[in-house]
């Protein structure tokens, strides 16, 4: 039971977790049964733990020696540099991931859909390494896979046979990447996602940094492959900065296509933003990821979810306190829904996921408001995962 | 002497202070002379201290019970709500104001230019406040404060009358505001500010929150004017957004009168973030600022400029570890320039601030590199003014 919390910073109360969901939310002061853990609140205030959905687990550089950044704009680039350097850092890949993942759950984060790289140079060994973070922390988070083509499919020989593989060895998710500028085929390129999705009866996650029309040519090839193939509530868009580019007159029926076929999106929270109201005034699944983690790719990501929640809320210039509570909501029951673990946030405030029958996947987090936790970013939280504590004060609990 | 010190991250020295400038920079592990007090480096960063050139001290909440935000998009709606708000506070303006300007030296702060709003609700309250904060931390921080016609010189009776008053009773620097759209008569505007300035022999700092053409014709008439009054080296523009969105082949010609008329710039690092590298590529004086610190107008700001450097770097999506010290540099002495106490940063690296003949006004920060102490923030920091050791891990030293 925790004791002493205050649900979305409202009023304190008792809350009884029983087989990994809440069970019952009682009025504070309420006499524990025997022999029942008791996890204090301190009049902390009580969420549910954060989602990252679009983190690369597989290139991160956290707790190593910090290195100068080293790549050059453009995708392509950026690719080049990651290849370039991998391989030499500290520590292996396995080792890696699971020191970072570890960081994450220790800041919040239960839940995690974490791409892993997969072309000829890296072969399996990145999805090897994600996997084996996912194993070291079963008891801590659940952690979906994408086997994400990060140098395209059509570029190399062989990409798509290891993407292929990559599915028969536990990934979970069929990665896509910019249809149009990547691997200059776009119809090819979605056809083999798809296709590989289809086959393996898996989800499908695709990044998308193209520019306005051509982001907007790019999904609605989705969207139309979406539809024939009946994937519906299966496909996630991520980044799609170039979608909210797009003049409200088109982005609205794009909006009302995603809705219709459930696509979700992911964003992590870029200096230009998406149209985060709009996008839940659709009913759309939104959630929010890291990104790369003090990588090959960039400096920033740090396995603070709720750094990136500020985030969010600092690009959408959000001041009044119901726009940054619905940024948390994005952050922690946004992403479950892009996992299929919740359902989507209809509207723009409804403070989910702390109800009787909710999972008890949970943070306490220091703050007058959840406003005023969201600028302070204290290290005081503790993290709850199936109704047990697996990190206390940014660290992972011993006991988990 | 500060001992075993990395200035801007190289190797490690020992910094000897005189008379509050650096004296001589050594080999680590000089023998100190007798009597010679030591601050202990431990081989953190040595940087100049910050320099935050956009604040409204007069307005914050930082340390008084978080609030509701309830303000309303636009700068007037903004001015009426915290007009209908600050007199309720918990505490004076002079206590509010102490008490953050100390929480912005505990983060590294000792150059200071803060608004007080002047205008017929307030009259010189809030100036009375700020120069009262200013007195508290005479021996941490050198403060100018800006007389600020936040409501406007036109639309309330007594609003210039106040002004001048302000600049009588010790304020530093004229402000002016959006002289287009609150006062809707740019010209007129502009006039009664320069007028003043001239006759107190003043700085000026105009607020500019005006779009795209508006801003350009704004800026115009401040160059037109400065020009013509022989202000060279003696205007600041804040914000700026509007200049920021120009056709690069309009803000060009702006930016190099800018440089002929030495017209200074400080931003608050928006999301939509002006052409920092390219402000510098002209020798413009640009510095940074905090803005409101989770006041009437906003919940953001929290005294520490550390974060800001880190958002002005995310803003421009910076990754290069030259390009995020540059944000340093923008942070300390980019500030000090804007107040004229340190020359403008001619392009874009050059790590200044650390040599003999500089100011000791200085801080520790914890890091490997300049770039992954801007991505950790870390607590354990020392700040150094005149010398003297004012702050140590975000507390203000008793001593000082």
Redesign the interface.
Known sequence: MITDARPWGGAAADIRLIDGVIAEVLPPGTVPQAGETLIEGRGRILLPSFADVHVHLDSTRLGL??R??T?VPGVWGMMLNDRANWRSAETSIAERTTETLGRMVAHGTTSVRSYAQVDVDAGLERLHGVLAAREAHRDRATVEVIAFPQAGLLREEGSFELLEEAMRQGADVVGGIDPCLLDRDPAKHLDLVFGLAERFDAPIDIHLHEPDQLAKFSAELIVERTRALGMTGRVTISHGYGLGQLPHAQLVPLLEQFAELDIAWATIAP???LPTLLIAEHGIRLGLGEDGQ?DY????G?GDMLDRTW?LA??N?F???ED?EHCVAVATIGGRSVLGTAPALRGHLDRPGVAVGDPADLQLIT???V??AV??RLPDRTVVFRGAVVADGLELSAAA
């Not at 790719?297 to 920033?300: I, T």
């Open positions: 020696p910090f100068e950044h790549g200096a230009t933003p003090r790719w960039s400096p920033y740090n985030q600092f690009t210039n001041r009044r306190d940054i703050g007058e408001t406003t005023s600028m302070d």
